[in-house]
């Protein structure tokens, strides 16, 4: 059985809660068995490895990617750090 509520406290915030009388271990027992056996029978059908095949175009695309996204975020950090003035800068050894 589960029961649900609202509980009101002195300065009338609601709080919910669940009241569950079967207990929550044997649902969680029941589906870590039902993953690791799912598991288990998609290893038995794999051969040993999966081969992946990238296409040539995409070497190129991935390095372009990684580098705007290097520019841009390099971009964004030096003009932070840019509005910081040096005398504030150099005055805080922390």
């Known amino acids: 059985m589960l029961l649900t509520g ?3 406290t002195e300065n009338n915030q609601s709080i919910a809660f669940i009241d569950d009388d079967m207990g929550s271990d044997v649902p969680m027992v029941l589906t870590k068995l039902g993953i690791l056996g ?5 290893q038995m059908k794999l051969s040993g490895y999966l081969p992946v095949y990238l296409p ?3 070497y190129p695309l991935i390095v372009a990617i990684g580098m705007a996204s290097y520019l841009g975020i390099n971009f964004l950090q030096l003009r932070r750090i840019n509005q910081i003035p040096l005398a504030a800068a150099l005055k805080n050894h922390e």
Not at 38 to 42: A, G, T
């Open 6 to 8: 609202f509980v009101s």
């Open 38 to 42: 799912s598991f288990f029978l998609v």
């Open 56 to 58: 040539l175009y995409l």
